[in-house]
């Protein structure tokens, strides 16, 4: 049971380049999330999905995408990085329930230069 | 709006004393309040939540969280402090009647031996 899975771990991308993250769970929950973490603002909610085929808007969703094409997988896409982008992703996923906590993945260090 | 406050940035407190990280929250509803720990280089870890019942919640580690409905807080309490306690740690509530949380910005605590 690897739990949530993240990939890449590290990435350097270029002004204007694309890119997607991969996010993998195991544990058959509906709920999964992308937030991103920056120093001194805590985590900020990009984009979630309350299950397979859905995706809602979170907190701060410009410039970038997501998916949920299977129950286990959760994309997130940036179509033209930008350097406010530069920041450390985690994904994470809970079962159904808003009493349950959530489980997060390690985290994908983006730098945008 | 619905918020949470972490007052202080960091915490220090020696081996075996007794800490406290400090959590206030404003949220319409009844709050559903978590608290994570994250350590260098990883994802988040749950370590406890109040959903209701007793103010006195007992999570992971020997931690435990103190719900005080009348002060709006939600404070994070260990007897006795371990170095290995060491890390960031962040407050979160359940925005109301959606599948969301907002984040803290998070509590650095520092044990020293």
């Known amino acids: 049971n690897a739990g949530v899975t993240q990939t890449p771990k590290f990435r350097v991308l270029k002004t204007g380049q694309s890119m997607t993250l991969l996010c993998a769970q195991d544990m058959n929950h509906e709920y999964m999330y992308w937030y991103r973490q920056d120093p001194g603002m805590g985590l900020r909610l990009i984009h979630y999905?309350?299950?397979?085929?859905?995706?809602a808007k979170g907190e701060v969703p410009d410039g970038y995408n997501v998916s949920r094409l299977k129950k286990q997988n959760f994309l997130l896409g940036l179509e033209s990085a930008a350097p406010s982008q530069t920041s450390v992703y985690f994904c994470?996923?809970?079962?159904?329930?808003?009493?349950?906590?959530?489980?997060f993945g390690p985290g994908t260090r983006l730098t945008v230069t | 709006a619905q918020s949470v406050a972490q007052p202080e940035d960091q915490v220090n407190v020696a081996e075996g004393n007794p800490l406290t990280v400090k959590c206030t929250y404003s949220?319409?509803?009844?709050?559903?309040l978590f608290w994570y720990v994250q350590y260098p280089n990883r994802g988040l870890q749950f370590l406890l939540k109040?959903?209701?019942?007793?103010?006195l919640v007992k999570g992971s580690y020997g931690f435990e969280a103190e719900f005080n409905k009348s002060q709006t807080s939600f404070h994070l309490k260990k007897p006795s402090a371990l170095v290995s306690d060491s890390a960031l740690y962040f407050c979160a509530v359940r925005v109301f009647n959606t599948d969301k949380l907002i984040f803290g910005t998070g509590t650095r605590l520092q044990v020293f031996p």
């Open positions: 999905s309350v299950g397979e085929g859905t995706t």
């Open positions: 994470a996923s809970s079962p159904d329930r808003p009493t349950d906590e959530q489980y």
């Open positions: 109040y959903i209701t019942g007793d103010n």
């Open positions: 949220v319409s509803g009844n709050p559903y």
